[in-house]
């Protein structure tokens, strides 16, 4: 029994102590190993299983105070040592987590890289598939507001993208997948862009041409202060209800085995084909845009607000002015009910397309949810603030990702939600 433990080559002497170093966006998480050390990796939902076989350590648990890891708990078996990793951001095999192993610093030994984040998200190449079919609602011509929130003055958020060229970006390519699918799609801009100079004026006409149509859909990017950016990352999707009313959180919806949308070649393909260069990925002909502040250094949000959209003047929540006001097509609890599905399935479907952290359908009495008159939802698609999930909105396929999710969970619901006239 001792021989075979002696075999193993590590019995009586416990692994160094693990290391933990607090990296912007991620906790990274080193293991010192022997050469000949293997291990294994399994996510858990809300911690990661790290087992080593013939190894040694000391039992125990530990508090931990970082945005990604909570603690982690040493564990002693017989024939192996396991250490559980507390991440309060969850991890699945899609995301929350990366793993490389390193020539140890000194020695011949190994090191195990576990860096965790809540922004680590399914950033491969969406695969192609074969056309939307509307089945139930067969026959019938969808009508689609796509608002790329943003433009021209007024830049939005800003971080290592600028949020009114993503907001654009994605805008296009769900109209795109919408139009592949028989829908007709109104776009609120297609270049950089506003109605008008004055914020009020401008979100009244967006909304106004949402008039009549079936669903009105917002595209938008998050930020949050400096001093918090490193913690706050992931998608949410709004919609206009009561005040306090809890967010929920629906689960990834499969991808498969439902009628798929086309991914045909368009001009945009060309941003599909994104390099890496030194880590960073690049949007190739990414817009420049004149008088972009610099990337660095995010404008400054008053309080804890945790979106810079709306302006200070969108949050009070004026009435639209300078237009008559529009007829609605169905009461307002109606509305909020359809708005809310219509959320709910997008959550769905923008998860199942990126594993991105799941920050739920969520209500807010953002200017363009409040005042339009058919259903409407805004979608935060990420957090730019964030180090790591700015990178992502830079990704090119993260964001045919992003606009597959918008896109697919906009005709499900078309499918399955929209009231007959
Ligand atoms: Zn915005």
């Known amino acids: 029994m001792l021989l075979a433990l002696l075999g193993g080559g590590a019995w009586g002497q416990s692994l160094p102590p693990v290391r933990i170093g607090d990296q912007p966006g991620f906790t990274r998480v080193v293991l010192d190993l022997p050469k000949e050390a293997t291990y294994t990796i399994e996510p858990l939902g809300a911690a990661l299983r790290v087992t080593l076989p013939n190894q040694t350590v000391p039992p125990g648990i530990h508090f931990v105070t970082l945005p990604e890891l909570t603690g982690y708990v040493m564990e002693q078996f017989e024939d192996r040592a396991v250490l559980i990793l507390l991440t309060p951001q969850g991890v699945t095999a899609r995301s929350g987590f990366k793993t490389m192993i390193l020539a140890a610093l000194e020695g011949d030994g190994q090191r195990l890289v ?3 984040s809540g922004a680590f998200v399914d950033t491969s190449p969406l695969p192609g598939a074969s056309g939307f079919r509307f089945v139930k609602a067969n026959g019938r011509r969808f009508s689609v507001v796509v608002d790329a929130g943003h433009g021209g003055s007024d830049p939005g958020a800003v971080g290592p993208v600028v949020e009114k060229a993503v907001n654009l970006e994605v805008a296009l390519r769900v109209r795109r997948l919408l139009q592949d699918a028989g829908v007709e799609v109104t776009m609120t801009r297609e270049g950089d862009t506003a109605f008008s100079l004055d914020k009020r004026t401008d979100l009244t006409q967006r909304i106004a041409v949402a008039e009549g149509k079936n669903l009105f859909v917002s595209i938008h990017a998050n930020a949050m202060v400096p001093a918090h950016a490193d913690g706050w990352c ?3 999707v709004y919609y206009f209800g009561p005040r306090n009313i809890r967010p929920f959180f629906p689960p990834p919806a499969p991808l498969e085995p439902t009628p798929q949308l086309a991914l045909t070649p ?3 393909d060309a941003l599909s084909t ?3 260069t030194g880590g960073l990925p690049t949007l190739p002909g990414y817009p420049a845009l004149p ?3 610099a990337l660095t250094g995010y404008p400054a949000l008053p309080g804890n607000e945790p979106d810079v959209l709306p302006s200070s003047e969108d949050r009070k929540a004026l009435p639209p002015q300078n237009l008559p006001t529009p007829t609605p097509q169905m009461n307002l609890l109606r509305r909020m009910e359809l708005s809310r599905t219509l959320a709910t399935r997008v959550v769905s479907y923008m998860l199942g397309a990126t594993a ?3 920050r739920g359908v969520r209500v807010s009495d953002f200017f ?10 805004l979608v935060e698609m990420g957090y730019l603030s964030h180090p790591v999930e700015g990178l992502n909105l830079r990704n090119a396929h993260y964001l045919d990702r992003i606009s597959y999710g918008i896109a697919r969970g906009v005709l499900e619901y078309l499918e399955n939600d929209d009231p007959l006239e």
Do not use: K
């Not at 363009?368 to 939802?377: F, G, H, S």
């Open 114 to 116: 576990i860096d965790l």
């Open 234 to 236: 992931g998608l949410e």
């Open 266 to 268: 368009s001009p945009l």
């Open 274 to 276: 994104t390099t890496q």
């Open 291 to 293: 008088g972009y502040p």
């Open 356 to 358: 991105a952290l799941n």
């Open 368 to 377: 363009v949810l409040r005042y339009t008159t058919v259903p409407a939802i």
